[in-house]
């Protein structure tokens, strides 16, 4: 079963950062569905992903996210 994993990401500003944020995150082995939003700033992924390498690629997409708690 799938779980699921919430990012809160800052330093996106408009729907380009959205669509390469989404992009970055998909790309990670394991991701089955990804939602990022503008506004608050977050990500839903589903799947079987690393929350690290998740982490990792939202920074080299060059944003800032933490694992929301």
């Given at each position: ?17 959205v ?32 929350a ?17 708690s």
């Amino acid at each position: 079963m799938a779980r699921v994993v919430e990012l809160v990401i800052t330093g996106m500003t408009c729907n380009h950062c959205v669509a390469r944020t989404s992009k970055a995150l998909e790309a990670v082995p394991g991701v089955e569905s990804v939602a990022v939003t503008l506004e608050p700033g977050g990500a839903i992924i589903k799947g079987d992903a690393d929350a690290d390498a998740l982490l990792a690629s939202v920074k080299e997409a060059g944003y800032t996210a933490v694992v929301k708690s």
